[in-house]
């Protein structure tokens, strides 16, 4: 018979597992907070600026298909367009934008003079050099806007995450002093709750080889029969020559249940 008492406490790489899962929360929490208050902002401002290049490309292209514009008509035209920043506005763009600025004047070089075609000076040249003074990428030409539910969206994947960070981080604290043990008096006790020998009734053990899992099964304080799992991957282990051991406690319930049986 093993020497009680017999501490099992939480395995260290079961509070490993669980302070990977909880670091990986966190980490999952500071891309959501960036995407939703920053970066998708940044990417839809970008997205809008871009839009007067892209439609001032396409109305000079189709200008000059049919006749020459003079340079002050284009200005003019230019000039005349409304912004096309989004309705919501800093609720889904970054608070850097401006939103009361019309089209860049830089698009005025669409038609420095009558004999000067788009192709020559495409619109997404003059991005690469307009987008220079700014956080965007001249590589490339943005297709497309993030909308509000997709930033409100990332926001509340943040708020998520960090509830099941703080869950993750309380849990390992309680966890970390929890054990399960057979007491001085051979009795089993699991957190609060103390299970005397005279009421277990029978231990399934079968997966206990293959799996280092069984269940106690035991008569409450209110004569109801409930069920207990021993985990020996989550307290104490498999070794046997070590007394906080999974193995040693369950071989003392082992030899020890069989008195309660008539």
Not at 41 to 61: I, M
Not at 87 to 102: F, H, R, T
Not at 187 to 193: I, P, Q, S, Y
Request: aromatic share 14%.
């Amino acid at each position: 018979m093993s020497s009680l008492p017999i501490i099992c406490k939480i395995t260290p790489w079961f509070l490993l597992r669980i302070g990977g899962i909880t670091a990986l929360l966190a980490i999952f929490a500071v891309a959501f907070y960036i995407d939703g208050t920053k970066k998708y902002k940044e990417k839809n401002w970008e997205y809008y600026a871009y839009q007067p290049f892209k439609l001032a490309g396409e109305k000079y292209n189709e200008l000059i298909q049919n006749d020459n514009i003079t340079t002050q008509e284009w200005k003019t035209w230019i000039d005349s367009q409304p912004p096309v920043w989004p309705k919501e506005g800093y609720a889904v763009i970054s608070e850097q934008a401006d939103l009361n600025a019309k089209w860049p004047t830089i698009l005025y070089q669409l038609a420095d003079n009558t004999n000067q075609t788009y192709q020559k000076i495409p619109a997404w040249k003059l991005w690469e050099t307009y987008s220079a003074d700014y956080p965007f990428q001249a590589s490339h030409e943005p297709d497309h806007a993030y909308t509000q539910k997709q930033i409100e969206t990332q926001i509340t994947c943040f708020y998520v995450c960090l509830v099941l960070v703080a869950l993750g981080i309380i849990a390992t604290l309680i966890l970390s002093k929890q054990t399960l043990s057979i007491n001085a008096n051979g009795d089993l006790t699991f957190a609060h709750l103390t299970i005397p020998q005279e009421q277990w009734l029978e231990l399934h053990d079968q997966k206990w080889a293959t799996k280092g899992i069984a269940y106690l099964h035991y008569i409450n304080t209110h004569k109801k029969t409930k069920k207990l799992r021993i985990d020996g991957f989550i307290y104490g282990g498999f070794d046997d020559t070590k007394q906080v051991s999974c193995e040693n406690l369950v071989s003392y319930i082992q030899k020890n249940i069989k008195k309660n049986k008539k």
